[in-house]
């Protein structure tokens, strides 16, 4: 499944690379790009386990970014 979700609140676009970068590392996540400039994020993943997926990916980015929230 390819979800796309708005970000708010996201600062730089090093964090953008690096919760990018965690993200690809999360089993099940296909590919994933996290845009700065257009504030959004594009998650690629299987389709059964998607929602579980999700709530990694934002438990990742909270790491790296604390006050950006994933629209979801």
């Known amino acids: 499944m390819r979800k796309t979700f708005r970000l708010e609140d996201l600062d730089c676009a090093v964090c953008a690379a690096k919760m990018e ?3 690809k590392e999360i ?21 059964e386990k998607f929602n579980e997926i999700v709530k990694k990916v934002v438990k990742v980015c909270k790491k790296v970014e604390p006050d950006c929230v994933i629209l979801v």
Do not use: T
């Open 21 to 23: 970068r965690a993200i």
């Open 27 to 47: 089993e099940g996540v296909h590919d994933a790009s996290v845009s700065y400039a257009a504030q959004k994020m594009i998650l690629d993943a299987e389709d």
